[in-house]
């Protein structure tokens, strides 16, 4: 069982930056490929980004491509993501997800939802000026 607590939400000004970051307990860290999603109100959640367990594949939606930047240290069982430029359409909860790496065969598994079986709580980011 993975546990994942995410923070470093918080309310930015449109053009700012933010950092989250998803600490991971109850498992082996680089054995999970990692993503972050998020949902905004009245919104099904939809997929930020993702990265495989070593770091050497990432992937953004188009919505993140050139703001957004996903990483992770297996050594400290954390996940980031750097958010810049951030518009008010950015605004939801985000959530990290995890899901063992074997299961990814294909790169389109990384986009998707259903793959991954542990999820945060989520942590908020309002952007508004």
């Known amino acids: 069982q993975v546990l994942l607590v995410e923070s470093g939400g918080g309310l930015v000004q449109p053009g700012g930056s933010l950092r989250l970051s998803c600490v991971a307990s109850?498992?082996?860290?680089?054995?999970?490929?990692m993503a972050w999603f998020r949902q905004a109100p009245g919104k099904e959640r939809e997929f930020v980004a993702a990265i495989s367990w070593n770091g050497q594949m990432a992937f953004d939606a188009d919505s993140a491509k050139g703001r957004f930047t996903i990483s992770r240290d297996n050594a400290r069982s954390t996940l980031w993501l750097q958010m810049n430029r951030l518009k008010p359409e950015d605004a939801a909860v985000y959530s990290c997800a995890a899901a063992q790496q074997v299961q990814l065969v294909h790169r389109t598994s990384y986009y998707s939802e259903s793959t991954y079986h542990y999820w945060g709580q989520g942590t908020q980011v309002t952007v508004s000026s």
């Open positions: 109850g498992g082996t860290f680089r054995d999970y490929a």
